[in-house]
């Protein structure tokens, strides 16, 4: 193996590793948005399952 050959197979590794650096943040960030998401819908069930003071006073 050529010095060439290490530089080029060390600009390979770089360039995937920018790569794979750039989906984990894309695949983060939905992963992260997709909790948020589904906390939200939890908190407004969990809410929903509450007794109205309106519905307390109607009764």
């Not at 983060?28 to 939200?40: D, L, N, T």
């Not at 819908?41 to 006073?57: E, I, M, N, S």
Request: hydrophobic fraction near 40%; proline fraction near 2%; glycine fraction near 4%.
């Amino acid at each position: 193996m050529t010095s060439s050959d290490t530089a080029k197979d060390c600009r390979t590794r770089l360039t995937l590793d920018s790569v794979g650096f750039d989906a984990l943040v894309r695949v983060g960030r939905r992963v992260i948005f997709q909790a948020a998401a589904h906390a939200q819908r939890t908190v407004t069930y969990l809410h929903d399952l509450q007794p109205r003071k309106d519905r307390q006073a109607a009764a």
